[in-house]
């Protein structure tokens, strides 16, 4: 078990600087696919993860990877269903299990709105942070990443 101690001062300018990034990120992104595509930016998401799970994730599988509890997700995949972008299927094996599908439309939608989302990500992120930055951030987080998977 770890010990407590207060964090240093520069630990928590990190910790709230990060915290503000993510903030005004999501919600930049989300007010512009919302303004350019109609499209909400947790609807986005899902799509993505969909796709690139070859159309198709457990409920399960899918709360995780887009980071919402399983009934957030189930009301967010209960609106792309009724927006026709995503649909539901049993699992022939299973009878507990539904497979969240992504539909031709939806599809549609993710090619339509890729474009955007990744402008809108290369102007609010991206432009900032060069290889060796990126490098930086990628082996700070993904060791936090990993510690807060495994404690699940």
Known sequence: MA???EPHPL????????LEVHARVTELLDAELRAQRDLPLGWYDVLVQL?????????????DAVLLSRSN???????LDAAGLVGREPD???ARVRWAVLT??????LKDASSAHLAG???AFTSFVDDDAAKVLVSVFHPI????????
Do not use: H, K, N
């Open 145 to 152: 990443i990993d510690a807060l998977r495994a404690q699940r």
């Open 73 to 79: 997700c189930t009301r967010l995949v209960d609106r």
């Open 11 to 18: 630990q928590l300018e990190a910790w709230r600087s990060f």
């Open 104 to 109: 031709d439309t939806g599809r549609a939608r």
């Open 121 to 123: 990500v290369e102007r």
């Open 92 to 94: 022939p094996a299973d």
């Open 51 to 63: 796709s690139e799970a070859g159309g198709r994730r457990r409920m399960s599988e899918l709360a």
């Open 3 to 5: 010990t407590e101690r």
